[in-house]
């Protein structure tokens, strides 16, 4: 009952005074926030502009023509779901999903196993380590087509790689057109042009691991291959898992290696998802048909990126 009699006597005080006549504080304004909401969609506009012309739109644009019979020059036919029926009754669509999925899962393991062990062996207090991941750096930064056409002369029968063999006394194969030989010729010029980006992402990976914690696992008596299993892996596993996301998702959109060095041959051995996708729309005339393996290509690619991100969780450690 005092506390309410204290309480009920200092708001009976003029000019906001409490009990023992000292002011009470009143409360702070909250600053009018309108300006700022305007200057955030300022810096905002152009990014979000930019992504609905350019993604957004394209991209239902794509749908929109799917449904079509649509000529590079010619008015186009509506023709509903029958590119996707067409589509899943062709067998060289089946033929060309098979080569990119072996594409992309070899590519990706050869690409992060190789991009591991150098960053790896650059991580052991060598000398000159920065100049070297220049040098490992620089096929992804020239011009890909380029390094195709270097690889198809090194690749060729009379080219250096079966110069050097029969050096040696082997006889090459025919290396780009030989079925057998073709994709993983493919296989090892992408890996040659891509790892060296996963090398400088993995260099900065390891180079966060604390030095302290694998000099007291050195002290305990543990072994290189004890420290890499139990210490280093765990600990690089971010950096492992969005290299394999981002290099997965490169894969499945390879077009310029097979498109140069062997034009999808010999057969259809080498034919991938994109270079399908491209001859269909700008060879064969075939827009709607191509925009729906466009959206095909673009649900498998986000199935799969879903499965990474949900089996991240179990061997993916952010602590």
């Not at 000398?127 to 750096?137: D, I, N, P």
């Not at 006889?171 to 010029?189: R, T």
């Not at 051995?269 to 994109?274: A, D, E, L, P």
């Amino acid at each position: 009952m005092s506390d309410r009699r204290e309480a009920a006597a200092s708001s009976a005080l003029p000019g906001g005074m409490g009990a023992l006549g000292v002011p009470t504080p009143k409360a702070p304004r909250m600053p009018r926030r309108r300006g700022q909401a305007w200057v955030a969609v300022a810096f905002l506009a152009p990014g979000m502009i930019g992504f609905v012309l350019f993604i957004l739109t394209p991209l239902f644009g794509s749908a929109f023509i799917s449904l079509f019979d649509w000529k590079l020059f010619g008015s186009p036919d509506f023709i509903g779901v029958d590119n996707y029926v067409k589509l899943f009754r062709d067998p060289t669509f089946y033929t060309v999903l098979g080569n990119t999925v072996i594409f992309a899962v070899v590519y990706t393991a050869l690409n992060l196993f190789v991009a591991l062990t150098i960053s790896l062996w650059l991580n052991t207090r060598m000398k000159a380590a920065g100049a070297w991941r220049v040098v490992f750096f620089l096929p992804v930064i020239t011009p890909m087509v380029a390094n195709a056409l270097v690889w198809r002369l090194l690749l060729s029968q009379d080219g250096l790689v079966n110069s050097m063999l029969a050096t040696v006394g082997i006889d090459g194969p025919n290396w780009l057109s030989d079925s057998a030989w073709a994709l993983p010729s493919v296989i090892a010029m992408s890996v040659w042009q891509s790892f060296g980006y996963n090398v400088i992402v993995l260099s900065a990976g390891l180079s966060a691991i604390p030095k302290e914690l694998l000099e007291a696992s050195r002290i305990d008596g543990t072994t290189a291959w004890q420290r890499l299993r139990f210490i280093i892996l765990p600990l690089l596993s971010p950096s492992l898992f969005f290299c394999s996301t981002m290099t997965m998702i490169g894969a499945f959109q390879v077009f310029v290696q097979p498109l140069f060095l062997t034009q999808g041959g010999p057969g259809e051995s080498t034919n991938t998802f994109v270079l399908y996708l491209y001859r269909n729309g700008f060879v064969f005339d075939r827009l709607g048909y191509a925009s729906a393996l466009a959206w095909i290509l673009f649900v498998v690619v986000m199935l799969i990126t879903a499965l990474q991100f949900v089996g991240q969780r179990k061997w993916v450690n952010y602590e």
